[in-house]
């Protein structure tokens, strides 16, 4: 049977604190990785993304770091806002899998007013 | 603006029926994907496709099926709806092979009786 986990991983942050969202993802040949934000009632919004030839990548109040030698991607949010409540997920590009995608299940961000 | 769209956004159904969702997109996107969300699993991969007259299963394909017969619609018909399809559906689509960032629709919540 399937195995069910009813409760995702959750971060609660101060409003204007930093957060950060990890992520581990599984194929050593992916060579793309995105962060979508998913707030509730919603579909996944594009967020950021960074390819395997990079470390680091900045949008406006958010960096994605890569760490490829763990299979390890993080999420940063500067100055967490209200607003930056959601589920974060990251997706990886399955190697071979042409433009198909991998989701990760996902964060649950609170921030606390 | 360019965009997404999913029809209905919510549907109940009984078991056995036929149910179609529709998917519309109006980047001229060629690869188009429909997605179920469900606790515990994350985004899984129902079928795809890459262009018009071509469509793949994905991970869950069992009981789905997709036709594209233009650029703009990928509609998701469950051919017998049982309880187990009770989920949200997104559909989702994305440029090319190598601009793999895949915009999300709106959602539609699905409730076989």
């Known amino acids: 049977g399937e195995s069910v986990g009813l409760h995702l991983p959750t971060l609660s942050v101060q409003e204007g604190d930093n957060s950060i969202i990890n992520c581990a993802y599984s194929n050593s040949a992916s060579d793309y990785f995105i962060w979508y934000k998913q707030e509730s009632g919603k579909g996944p919004q594009f967020i950021i993304d960074?390819?395997?030839?990079?470390d680091k990548r900045q949008g406006q109040r958010v960096t994605v770091l890569l760490n490829k030698t763990v299979k390890h991607l993080s999420l940063q949010i500067a100055a967490t806002q209200p607003g930056d409540s959601a589920v974060y997920f990251c997706?990886?590009?399955?190697?071979?899998?042409?433009?198909?995608?991998?989701f990760g299940k996902g964060t649950k961000l609170s921030v606390k007013p | 603006d360019a965009e997404i769209t999913q029809s209905p956004r919510h549907k109940i159904t009984e078991t056995g029926r036929q149910v179609t969702l529709a998917c519309h997109q109006t980047?001229?996107?060629?690869?188009m994907f429909w997605y179920r969300q469900d606790l515990g699993h994350g985004l899984r991969l129902i079928h795809y496709s890459y262009g018009v007259q071509d469509t793949n299963k994905g991970e869950v394909s069992d009981g789905y099926s997709v036709s594209r017969s233009n650029t703009e619609d990928l509609p998701l018909t469950l051919e017998s709806a049982a309880s187990s399809q009770t989920s949200v559906y997104f559909c989702a689509s994305s440029e090319d092979l190598r601009r793999e960032t895949q915009y999300f629709g709106p959602g539609t919540r699905l409730l076989v009786l």
């Open positions: 997706a990886e590009n399955f190697g071979g899998s042409q433009g198909n995608l991998i």
């Open positions: 960074i390819r395997s030839n990079m």
């Open positions: 980047w001229n996107h060629n690869n």
